[in-house]
């Protein structure tokens, strides 16, 4: 995938070609991508899905690394967020608040 980039060359704006998209570019499609995936785990598993399996396998569906996603789990889950992560006797789960 190619992006356009600006850059300031000598004071002038010119166009530059990237092959990959930039980390903010990756967040903007991303991030909402894996809250809609949380959404959907969480209405079918009513217990409530597995923290782990749930940023995992978000990272492998949307094809994005494992640190990514669970750091945007963690922010779903954060005091403001709309998820909370609650032990159970089979380890951590993702709820809705």
């Given at each position: 995938m190619q992006s356009t980039i600006e850059c300031v060359c000598g004071g002038e704006k010119k166009l530059k070609e990237t092959e990959f998209p930039s980390e903010i570019e990756i967040n903007r499609t991303k991030?909402?991508?894996?809250?809609?995936?949380?959404e959907q785990r969480v209405r079918k598993e009513p217990e409530g899905p597995s923290r782990d399996d749930v940023f995992r396998g978000g990272a492998q569906k949307l094809k994005i690394s494992s640190k990514t996603t669970e750091r945007y789990l963690n922010e779903l889950c954060s005091t403001e967020g709309p998820y909370e992560k609650v032990r159970t006797e089979k380890g951590w789960v993702i709820r809705r608040k």
């Open positions: 991030k909402p991508q894996f809250e809609d995936y949380v």
